[in-house]
T-cell receptor, first 117, second 111 residues
């Protein structure tokens, strides 16, 4: 079956522009995660959804970052007034999210590489 | 903040040799996972080892976990050029869904 897909794969933005990054999780996966990966580093947690509910947004770096999953499937990560330090790869992951199985395997998409000039 | 730390940061080996990398972490965990990332690609899940397991195998991969030392190792046997990638360990704290990744080990397999 299809894996997690993300679009666009590459995005170049001028400083100050708003961007929207899309994630299509694996069908039927309840849990959805966003991570930010800086060059040469491992991914860092941004936010977590269970169905349409955003249960944790503790990793979002600032109030310029906003994520939504209105119908419990596709998710969008929006960054307003982009800054150079926002340049990174943004990874989306989904998991079954079975009740009581908080740590189901997470399946990652290919990521969106954002470059802010 | 990243909980896990991989060691070494980089590893270069000849095709056919074994590659070993280590991961140390700080807090109690539910499980520890290893991921592979090829250049410019997403993360591929390799193996998950639970806190009550000590060793696990999957094909040419062997993972050990020592919860008393808060460390894990990943061994890739009979390496191939296609194993060239960055390898990350990720820990899932008890009763938490957030994965904490280390900075990764970059493995280069020379033909």
């Amino acid at each position: 079956g299809a894996g997690v897909s993300q679009s666009p794969r590459y995005k170049v933005a001028k400083r100050g522009q708003d961007v929207a990054l899309r994630c299509d999780p694996i069908s039927g996966h309840v849990s959805l995660f966003w991570y930010q990966q800086a060059l040469g580093q491992g991914p860092e947690f941004l936010t977590y959804f269970q169905n349409e509910a955003q249960l944790d947004k503790s990793g979002l770096p600032s109030d310029r970052f906003f994520a939504e999953r209105p119908e419990g499937s596709v998710s969008t990560l929006k960054i307003q007034r982009t800054q150079q330090e926002d340049s990174a790869v943004y990874l989306c992951a989904s998991s079954l999210g079975r009740k009581g199985k908080l740590t189901d395997t997470q399946y990652f998409g290919p990521g969106t590489r954002l470059t802010v000039l | 903040s990243q909980q896990g730390e991989e060691d070494p940061q980089a590893l270069s080996i000849q095709e056919g040799e074994n590659a070993t990398m280590n991961c140390s972490y700080k807090t109690s965990i539910n499980n520890l996972q290893w991921y592979r990332q090829n250049s410019g690609r997403g993360l591929v899940h390799l193996i998950l080892i639970r806190s009550n397991e000590r060793e696990k195998h999957s094909g040419r991969l062997r993972v050990t976990l020592d919860t008393s030392k808060k460390s894990s190792s990943l061994l890739i046997t009979a390496s191939r050029a296609a194993d060239t990638a960055s390898y990350f360990c990720a820990t899932a704290p008890s009763n938490d869904y957030k994965l904490s990744f280390g900075a990764g080990t970059t493995v280069t397999v020379r033909a």
